[in-house]
């Protein structure tokens, strides 16, 4: 696969025409301290964790909600932290702060952003891979076109708009959050497979980018 297929921009029909994608492996849904202390050994001791968050939309303008599911997917599984359980603070920023360990997704900026207002804390070791893609002028930059781009999967965006501060997530909701994790790693592993992230720089978010 050369930059230049890459370069070339899918119409919706092209996606739509894709076979749909799903992550099929163990997902776990982290809600106690506990269930948090057996996901640590797989979180901390992976290189490069796939990452997402979920919030309620809201109607009202002017009006916004908090996240209320952080996902996690390493090279095992996906962990779903849900924060109306398992509030967001030290325990997860300590992983989202630290610089050894890659997080990568598309918009991971702003999602780190709406986190730090609800726990201080300074992200690092941030790969996003829609600037991955703007520097390597690429026409997809989203998390649904890349797939496409890269794998020839079309991934649903079905349950993007549902109540994520429900206590009890339905089976699609699980699917959906554990994918775009997942998918974000599968993406990030296969432009650094073609050469699209070969350096580093260091920012206020330790952005971690590649370019040609």
Same mark, same amino acid.
């Given at each position: ?19 749909? @994608? ?77 610089? @050894? ?30 600037? *991955? ?5 690429? =026409? =997809? ?19 993007? @708009? =549902? ?10 909701? *699980? ?10 790693? @599968? ?26």
């Amino acid at each position: 696969m050369n930059t230049n297929t890459l370069r070339r921009r899918l119409s919706s029909e092209e996606i739509n025409a894709l076979p749909l @994608c799903h992550y099929e492996g163990p997902v776990h849904l982290i809600r106690t301290p506990e269930e948090w202390r057996l996901a640590q050994p797989d979180l901390y001791s992976t290189d490069i964790l796939g990452f997402d968050t979920e919030t309620r939309p809201t109607f009202h303008k002017g009006k916004r909600n908090a996240p209320a599911l952080v996902q996690l997917a390493t090279a095992n599984a996906v962990y779903l932290i849900q924060l109306g359980h398992l509030p967001f603070g030290p325990h997860l920023s300590a992983i989202l702060a630290n610089p @050894c360990q890659v997080k990568t997704g598309v918009g991971i900026r702003d999602d780190m952003r709406e986190l730090t207002r609800l726990y201080t804390f300074e992200p690092a070791g941030l790969v996003d891979l829609g600037s *991955v893609a703007r520097a390597n002028k690429l =026409s =997809s930059q989203g998390l649904r076109t890349l797939a496409a781009n890269l794998f020839g999967w079309r991934i649903s965006k079905g349950s993007q @708009c =549902s109540n994520w501060g429900l206590a009890e997530l339905s089976p699609k909701q *699980v699917t959906y959050a554990a994918t775009d994790a997942w998918i974000g790693r @599968c993406i990030f592993l296969r432009m650094r497979e073609l050469g699209l992230i070969n350096g580093e720089r260091t920012d206020t978010t330790s952005t971690i980018w590649g370019g040609q």
